[in-house]
Structure formats: C-alpha cells, structure tokens
C-alpha cells in the first residue's frame, strides 16, 4: 500500500490561530480525505479533497472553517482555522489509489488547543 | 442512510482467549465491509476486507466474513495476544468505489486489552 506522511504529528495551538496540515503520499493516488477523530470518538469524514478543484464538505463542515488544497496526486493540505479548544482532535488524511482499491490512513496529526 | 453498529466495549481478555467483536450494519444495495485496526499513538490500518456477501477476510490471524442475511461482519481471532490491544473499527462503503461513493461510514470502535 501507499507510504502516507502527516506533519506535524502533534502540536499544541493557542485559541484563535491556525494550523496547516500536511498529507503526502509516496505515490500518485486518485482520492484524497480529510478525517476528524475527536476524542474517545469515531472517525468523522471531513471532506474529500478534489485535486484541482475545490474540496466536497459533508454536513457540518465548511470551508471557511477547515480550507483544503490539492494542488496534485500525491499531495493535500487541511487547515484547522480560528480554533478553539472543541478542535481538539486527532485528524487524519487517509487516500485511495483508485477506485477498486479501499482506502489507507495515515498516522494522523493529534491537536490540542488551549 | 447508511450505518455501522458495534458491540459496546470496552473488552478486556487474556493471552490466548477466543475473541469475537460484533458488528451489524446498515445499507442499501451491497456495500463493501472493512475492519481497520488502530493502535495506541498510531493512525488506522485496514485490518481485512470483504467485498461480497460470504466474502471472507482474514489477515494476522483475524477473520470476519460478510453475511448479508444477518447484515453482520463479525470479527474474530482464536488465539489472541498482548499485541491485539488496540481500537478496533467496523466500516463500510456503498457497493461502488468510485469517487462520488467511496465515504466510509464507521462504527463507534471497540477497545480491546489482552492481559498476559
């Protein structure tokens, strides 16, 4: 399977400021996700991170908020903005090479934020 | 829409003993069914998959098979060992791949701690 690399893998925020995320893969894949795992939680799809063209939302999750990039196959970025401490969470980038293939999780980026 | 239920943890078992962790679900059509596996500190690993109902999919000693007449993807080890403890999470995708379907949808993930 794909090599997935997330930085940072952790950090610590204060309240207000942003953090970017980044997701590489080692190889070139069509389908790149966002997830949010809050804790002691399950998984939450963020979005899917279209290369391109912007990223599809789910319900709850907007733009404004959590904006994406995908400026290629192999790469995406996730930024966590204005947070505050209920963005708490570990976020993960997880990709699908094609479509016959299910999806491989990266090691995923745990925030805190004060 | 679409659902996965998991059996309540956490579940707390000794080296060698026999584990069994439920999981039914809830889909239309034939979706694809997924066990990924996270350990402490770490992100997800895909665990086994079945794609088809009777489908079977084992990896590290860990089986489940897909039955559609119980909407179930059970999953199961004979013999599990310290190693095992981790969080285990139920998944599903609709019946396609393709981009416009490929959501996961997933279970609220079980705890499982083997004692020596």
């Known amino acids: 399977s794909a090599v997935i690399s997330q930085k940072p893998s952790r950090d610590i925020c204060q309240r207000g400021t942003s953090l970017t995320i980044q997701c590489q893969v080692d190889?070139?894949?069509?389908?790149m996700f966002w997830y949010r795992q809050q804790p002691g939680q399950s998984l939450t799809l963020i979005a899917t991170?279209?290369?391109?063209?912007?990223?599809?939302?789910e319900s709850g999750f907007v733009i404004d908020k959590f904006p994406i990039s995908r400026p290629n196959l192999t790469f995406s970025t996730l930024t966590v903005s204005n947070m505050s401490p209920e963005d708490s969470s570990i976020y993960l980038c997880?990709?699908?090479?094609?479509?016959?293939?299910?999806?491989?999780f990266g090691d995923g980026t745990r925030l805190s934020i004060l | 829409g679409d659902s996965v239920t998991q059996m309540e943890g956490p579940v707390t078992l000794s080296e060698e003993a026999f584990l069994t962790i439920n999981c039914t679900y809830t889909?239309?059509?034939?979706?694809?069914l997924f066990w990924y596996v996270q350990y402490p500190g770490e992100g997800l690993q895909l665990l086994l998959k079945?794609?088809?109902?009777?489908d079977k999919g084992s990896n590290k000693g860990f089986e489940a098979t897909y039955r559609k007449e119980t909407t179930s993807f059970h999953l199961e080890k004979g013999s599990v060992q310290v190693s095992d403890s981790a969080v285990y999470f139920c998944?599903?995708?609709?019946?396609?791949?393709?981009?416009?379907?490929?959501?996961?949808?997933f279970g609220k993930g079980i705890t499982l701690s083997v004692r020596p």
């Open positions: 997880s990709v699908q090479r094609d479509s016959n293939q299910p999806q491989h």
């Open positions: 998944a599903l995708t609709p019946r396609s791949y393709t981009g416009a379907n490929s959501k996961l949808t």
């Open positions: 190889s070139q894949v069509t389908m």
């Open positions: 991170a279209n290369q391109g063209s912007e990223a599809t939302y």
């Open positions: 889909a239309t059509g034939y979706p694809s």
């Open positions: 079945a794609t088809k109902a009777d």
